[in-house]
């Protein structure tokens, strides 16, 4: 038995959609003499032991508990947060606290967008809340965006933009009641970077109200862009090119990740010219890659496939988390040089023992202790430069326990204060939590500061959510 809906679709709640639009899916429906008001989801969570749980999607029994937030300024005006475009969920802020929404889903698909306007208002309506400002990603592709924008111009209040890294940064921040400055450790699939660019394994030095970057990882050069993130062989081509240069096309791996020639020829042309490629620093393609070159995942049929298949193999295996890291770390200088992990040492080892007949399972525990270690060197690195000891995690990898471990106790062993997520998940789901801090601790800020820190809509007249 489940709760009834498509994959990728929100819940179907009402009976006489049920009835028509899960017709043939499903035996039986069982229904009810009460209508559903307000549709919630499950929770998720991860039991971590003796530890708090790890949130992954926060819905009922939860929802909507708030999260104070009345320590960050005084007087901040009621606001609304759109959050992200996957596992979307938004948050009003309302007398000092945020009201985090349940999950509502992938917001580019048409019924969870039409869930995400009705949630806005639901939750304005319940809590009586009239936003005087309306908080959104920095991507302007994303649907979420667009929604706050028209909002902005139909009710004429100010837009605040927040670049995703620093949202997810300060959705831990929150949790924790942390001012800052820290360094933040985001890992995911994909943001929007400042610089337009496709960030996605990133060390932030970050505060509430500001942050710049002190790490990456190595970008890679991405076939195709977004494809990548279902086609998980062109983030391993990336990862061999990376690795090898020109020289990749000899090594044995890229025969096995593309059989046929003539697309295998293709898709290293577009690399090797860097044609319709994008250049993305994403901790998840580096993922996808690998699952890819280990063959276990080739295409990601849902949203994280392949990073969740080689967390499942490794599960059986100890953590190890004193081995040293084999990635190349070209550390920062302190002075605005951005710090970077070369994996490429790392990939060449898992494809040599693969061909080695090294068991699958070892070789993806082998990866997982190996990513964490790398970060654990670059994270050790920036605090030796700025002099902080309190790092927290966030973003989408920070759902997969063995890296979560395994991090957090390298980092423990330095000294170091490391917080994770408890109240909201890592992934984009507490994106919007993120966005309320900011937007908060910058509306406050704004009040003692001659210049003003979001753009007013140009107009005020009618706009349509849909446009």
């Given at each position: 038995?489940?709760?009834?809906?498509?994959?990728?679709?929100?819940?179907?709640?009402?009976?006489?959609?049920?009835?028509s639009r899960l017709?043939?899916?499903?035996?039986?429906?069982?229904?009810?003499?009460?209508?559903?008001?307000?549709?919630?989801?499950?929770?998720?969570?991860?039991?971590?032991?003796?530890?708090?749980?790890?949130?992954?999607?926060?819905?009922?029994?939860?929802?909507?508990?708030?999260?104070?937030?009345?320590?960050?300024?005084?007087?901040?005006?009621?606001?609304?947060?759109?959050?992200?475009?996957?596992?979307?969920?938004?948050?009003?802020?309302?007398?000092g606290e945020a009201?985090?929404?349940?999950?509502?889903?992938?917001?580019?698909?048409?019924?969870?967008?039409?869930?995400?306007?009705?949630?806005?208002?639901?939750?304005?309506?319940?809590?009586?809340?009239?936003?005087?400002?309306?908080?959104?990603?920095?991507?302007?592709?994303?649907?979420?965006?667009?929604?706050?924008?028209?909002?902005?111009?139909?009710?004429?209040?100010?837009?605040?933009?927040?670049?995703?890294?620093?949202?997810?940064?300060?959705?831990?921040?929150?949790?924790?009641?942390?001012?800052?400055?820290?360094?933040?450790?985001?890992?995911?699939?994909?943001?929007?970077?400042?610089?337009?660019?496709?960030?996605?394994?990133?060390?932030?030095?970050?505060?509430?109200?500001?942050?710049?970057?002190?790490?990456?990882?190595?970008?890679?050069?991405?076939?195709?862009?977004?494809?990548?993130?279902?086609?998980?062989?062109?983030?391993?081509?990336?990862?061999?090119?990376?690795?090898?240069?020109?020289?990749?096309?000899?090594?044995?791996?890229?025969?096995?990740?593309?059989?046929?020639?003539?697309?295998?020829?293709?898709?290293?042309?577009?690399?090797?010219?860097?044609?319709?490629?994008?250049?993305?620093?994403?901790?998840?393609?580096?993922?996808?890659?690998?699952?890819?070159?280990?063959?276990?995942?080739?295409?990601?049929?849902?949203?994280?496939?392949?990073?969740?298949?080689?967390?499942?193999?490794?599960?059986?295996?100890?953590?190890?988390?004193?081995?040293?890291?084999?990635?190349?770390?070209?550390?920062?200088?302190?002075?605005?040089?951005?710090?970077?992990?070369?994996?490429?040492?790392?990939?060449?080892?898992?494809?040599?023992?693969?061909?080695?007949?090294?068991?699958?399972?070892?070789?993806?525990?082998?990866?997982?202790?190996?990513?964490?270690?790398?970060?654990?060197?670059?994270?050790?690195?920036?605090?030796?430069?700025?002099?902080?000891?309190?790092?927290?995690?966030?973003?989408?990898?920070?759902?997969?326990?063995?890296?979560?471990?395994?991090?957090?106790?390298?980092?423990?062993?330095?000294g170091m204060r490391?917080?994770?997520?408890?109240?909201?998940?890592?992934?984009?789901?507490?994106?919007?939590?993120?966005?309320?801090?900011?937007?908060?601790?910058?509306?406050?800020?704004?009040?003692?500061?001659?210049?003003?820190?979001?753009?007013?809509?140009?107009?005020?007249?009618?706009?349509?959510?849909?446009?």
């Amino acid at each position: 038995m489940t709760s009834g809906n498509r994959s990728g679709e929100p819940l179907t709640y009402q009976d006489e959609d049920a009835l028509s639009r899960l017709r043939g899916m499903c035996d039986a429906t069982l229904l009810h003499d009460r209508p559903i008001n307000r549709p919630v989801d499950d929770t998720v969570v991860i039991d971590m032991g003796e530890d708090e749980p790890l949130p992954v999607r926060r819905a009922r029994g939860y929802v909507p508990e708030p999260i104070s937030l009345d320590w960050i300024g005084d007087e901040v005006p009621d606001g609304i947060c759109v959050g992200g475009e996957l596992k979307g969920t938004v948050s009003i802020l309302r007398n000092g606290e945020a009201i985090v929404s349940q999950h509502l889903g992938d917001v580019k698909d048409a019924q969870v967008y039409e869930r995400l306007v009705r949630t806005i208002d639901d939750l304005c309506s319940l809590f009586g809340v009239r936003p005087c400002w309306v908080a959104h990603d920095l991507n302007p592709a994303y649907v979420s965006t667009s929604v706050a924008r028209a909002m902005a111009i139909s009710q004429g209040i100010p837009l605040v933009g927040i670049q995703h890294h620093h949202a997810h940064a300060a959705s831990v921040m929150a949790e924790h009641q942390l001012r800052g400055p820290v360094l933040a450790l985001v890992c995911d699939g994909v943001g929007f970077g400042t610089d337009g660019g496709v960030w996605g394994g990133e060390l932030l030095l970050a505060d509430l109200t500001t942050f710049h970057r002190v790490a990456r990882l190595s970008p890679l050069r991405l076939p195709g862009g977004d494809a990548t993130a279902i086609d998980t062989r062109r983030s391993g081509l990336a990862l061999l090119y990376q690795a090898m240069g020109t020289a990749f096309l000899k090594h044995p791996a890229c025969n096995q990740l593309v059989s046929d020639p003539s697309e295998r020829h293709f898709l290293a042309t577009m690399i090797q010219r860097n044609v319709n490629c994008a250049s993305s620093s994403s901790a998840g393609r580096v993922f996808d890659g690998v699952a890819a070159l280990l063959e276990v995942c080739r295409h990601n049929h849902f949203e994280a496939e392949s990073a969740m298949t080689l967390e499942s193999l490794a599960a059986g295996i100890p953590i190890d988390d004193r081995c040293d890291p084999m990635s190349r770390l070209s550390g920062s200088d302190g002075e605005g040089t951005i710090g970077e992990i070369d994996v490429s040492p790392l990939i060449l080892k898992l494809c040599a023992e693969q061909e080695r007949g090294q068991p699958i399972a070892e070789l993806s525990a082998l990866f997982h202790d190996q990513f964490a270690a790398a970060w654990d060197a670059a994270v050790a690195d920036a605090a030796a430069h700025c002099g902080i000891d309190t790092i927290v995690l966030s973003g989408g990898v920070f759902c997969n326990e063995r890296i979560t471990r395994g991090l957090m106790a390298r980092l423990s062993r330095r000294g170091m204060r490391v917080l994770r997520h408890t109240l909201v998940p890592p992934n984009d789901g507490g994106l919007s939590l993120g966005q309320a801090a900011v937007a908060a601790a910058r509306l406050s800020q704004s009040k003692h500061s001659p210049k003003p820190i979001v753009a007013r809509a140009r107009s005020k007249r009618s706009y349509s959510c849909n446009t």
